[in-house]
């Protein structure tokens, strides 16, 4: 997935088959560049203009990082696109919510220009009847980096059609 591009919509599927994917197997994301334009956005919509983040050139020689790196909650705001085409849903869902976290940690900076993916694994279900609360192990990956950008415990609901009478 480029910045250009659309991400597909996710997978519906019967509950059946949802919860058959519990303490399963990883769905895997397209990559995503995150440039430079995408952080001075971030930047602008956030006000944190810090020099790390939107003066490559400070940036190139006051850090480490050898340039510009995108902004903790930036790479964690992209596990919404990331997931959107990799997770799937449940049949039925009239719409999904982003419920919170349990667990964040910022490991790896995402440096300018580089690309990212979602790795998701469902952990955790909880069913009710007109909703369906997934708890999910998220990370979002920097390619040819050894370590993720960041790690999440992420629950979302998914609020759903009531069963018919």
Do not use: C
Request: overall charge negative; cysteine-free; glycine content about 8%.
């Amino acid at each position: 997935m480029t910045a250009t591009t659309a991400p597909k919509g996710p997978t519906l599927v019967p509950i059946e088959t949802y919860r058959a994917h519990l303490d399963g197997e990883s769905f895997v994301s397209d990559w995503l560049v995150v440039d430079q334009r995408m952080i001075d956005t971030f930047a602008d919509a956030t006000h944190d203009h810090q020099f790390i983040h939107v003066d490559p050139e400070r940036a190139a020689a006051e850090t480490p990082f050898g340039g510009t790196i995108a902004h903790g909650f930036l790479t964690l705001s992209l596990l919404s696109i990331l997931a959107y085409g990799a997770m799937p849903g449940v049949t039925g869902t009239k719409m999904g919510i982003n419920y919170g976290f349990e667990k964040v940690r910022f490991i790896t900076p995402v440096k300018s220009g580089a690309r990212v993916r979602g790795r998701f694994r469902l952990v955790g279900l909880t069913e009710r009847a007109v909703s369906i609360q997934s708890a999910w192990d998220a990370a979002i990956e920097i390619e040819n980096a050894p370590k993720p950008a960041l790690t999440a415990h992420w629950i979302t609901l998914a609020v759903i059609e009531p069963p018919a009478d």
